[in-house]
C-alpha cells in the first residue's frame, strides 16, 4: 500500500523501522479515525483525505529527534491520539501517557486503546497546566504556541529530557529557547518542521 512505503520512510528517518504488524496496527488507526474520531469531532470533517500522510505520517516524524532508547513520552493535549498512539506503535518498548483534559475525547482514546492492544500507552484525563511530575519527553501537535510552551516544557521535563513541538505550520517556526529542524519534502509529500527543546 502507498501509505505503508510513506510510513516506513518517516519511521526511517529517525533510524527506526516498522514491520508488517506495526504497519497493519497504524492501518487499523487510521480505519479508527475515519470512522469514529471525525465523527466524534476530535478532527475536522476535511481531514480525512489527509489522515495518512499529514497526521499519522508527521506523528511518526516525531520520533526522528529522540535518542534510540526512550522510557517515556508524554503527549500533551493528545485529542484524537496524534502523536502518541503513532509513537507508541513505533516504540513498543516505551510508554507512552496521552494527556487529554476533554472527558468525552479521553473516552475515545480509551477505546482506540483497547481496539489496538496498546498496553505500553495510558490515557490520563488532566489539563496540562495542572500537570505534576517529570518526563523523559514531552511531545505535542499545535496545543500551545512554542512561545507559550516553553516555561511549561522546563517545569515538566526530567533534566536532560527533551520536548518536540509540531504545528501545521505553512513556513519555516521560530521560537526563543528552541531548536528549528527541518524535514525534507521527499520523507512525506510535504515539508515538516519540528521545534526541538533540550532544557539546561
Not at 500533551?76 to 496521552?98: C, D, E, F, K, N
Amino acid at each position: 500500500m502507498k501509505h505503508w512505503e510513506l510510513w516506513k520512510r518517516a519511521a526511517e528517518h529517525g533510524g527506526r523501522g516498522l514491520d508488517a504488524g506495526q504497519l497493519e496496527s497504524l492501518d487499523r488507526y487510521l480505519g479508527w479515525l475515519r470512522r469514529e474520531a471525525i465523527p466524534a469531532g476530535a478532527l475536522g470533517p476535511g481531514e480525512e483525505g489527509r489522515l495518512a500522510a499529514r497526521h499519522i505520517g508527521d506523528s511518526l516524524l516525531f520520533a526522528s529527534p529522540l535518542p534510540t532508547e526512550v522510557a517515556e513520552i508524554w503527549d500533551l493535549g493528545s485529542g484524537a491520539g496524534l502523536p502518541g498512539i503513532p509513537l507508541a506503535l513505533l516504540m513498543p518498548q516505551t510508554r507512552v501517557v496521552l494527556v487529554e483534559r476533554s472527558g468525552g475525547r479521553a473516552q475515545l482514546l480509551r477505546r482506540v486503546l483497547r481496539i489496538l492492544g496498546l498496553e505500553n500507552t495510558e490515557v490520563r484525563e488532566t489539563d496540562i497546566n495542572t500537570l505534576d511530575g517529570r518526563a523523559q519527553v514531552l511531545v505535542s501537535r499545535g496545543v500551545l504556541p512554542a512561545e507559550k510552551a516553553g516555561d511549561m516544557a522546563r517545569r515538566l521535563l526530567q533534566p536532560g529530557g527533551m520536548a518536540v513541538w509540531g504545528g501545521s505550520w505553512m513556513a519555516e517556526p521560530s521560537a526563543p529557547g528552541w531548536e528549528t529542524v527541518e524535514i525534507p519534502e521527499d520523507v512525506l509529500d510535504h515539508r515538516v518542521w519540528l521545534l526541538i527543546m533540550r532544557p539546561q
